[in-house]
């Protein structure tokens, strides 16, 4: 930079920064076109555009930093997110399968009541027709010894029971 010289005057390094136009200037440009105008010497405002650059340079990596700390963030949200969505999907499967398996318990547990009351039921049927199987065999026992014993006594008078 100290290197660079004026247009408008020769020989002349562009030593001084115009604060007024915002560029370098010579001394002599100070004495005529931009008299009175404010300059400061660049030896100084370098260090402070340095300064400045490197203030500029820091805010924009920490807001670099920030953005990617954040999108992090973002990003440990969504697998967050997407873990509890697969948790309380588990879960409900897990609820699912006891269900069926509690239904099918409860089904199986109400075929077995249904065919031992069917059991029951046919049993106490067979017995009761096993009763008046055996009521009835009595009284015909009972009949035919009737029989055996009155028809003597009746073919005498002219009557027969049976057979
Ligand atoms: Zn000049
Ligand atoms: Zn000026």
Not at 25 to 48: E, F, I, M, Y
Request: include cysteine; hydrophobic fraction near 30%; glycine fraction near 2%.
């Amino acid at each position: 930079m100290e290197d660079e010289y004026c247009e408008s005057h020769l020989r002349k390094r562009l030593k001084f920064f115009d604060q007024m136009c915002d560029q370098l200037v010579c001394r002599d440009c100070l004495l005529t076109d931009h008299q009175g105008h404010k300059a400061t010497k660049v030896d100084n405002v370098v260090p402070k555009a340095k300064d400045r650059i490197s203030r500029i340079k820091h805010n924009v990596e920490l807001e670099i930093k920030t953005n990617d700390s954040k999108r992090t963030e973002a990003k440990s949200d969504l697998a967050n997110y997407d873990l509890s969505v697969q948790i309380v999907r588990e879960e409900l499967d897990k609820i699912h399968q006891e269900l069926a398996e509690c239904i099918e318990e409860l089904t199986n547990e109400t075929v077995r009541e249904l065919k031992r009351l069917a059991a029951q039921a046919r049993e106490k049927q067979q017995n009761f027709i096993r009763e008046l199987e055996k009521n009835m065999r009595g009284l015909y026992k009972r009949e035919r010894s009737h029989v055996r014993l009155w028809n003597p006594c009746l073919s005498i008078s002219g009557f027969e029971l049976r057979k």
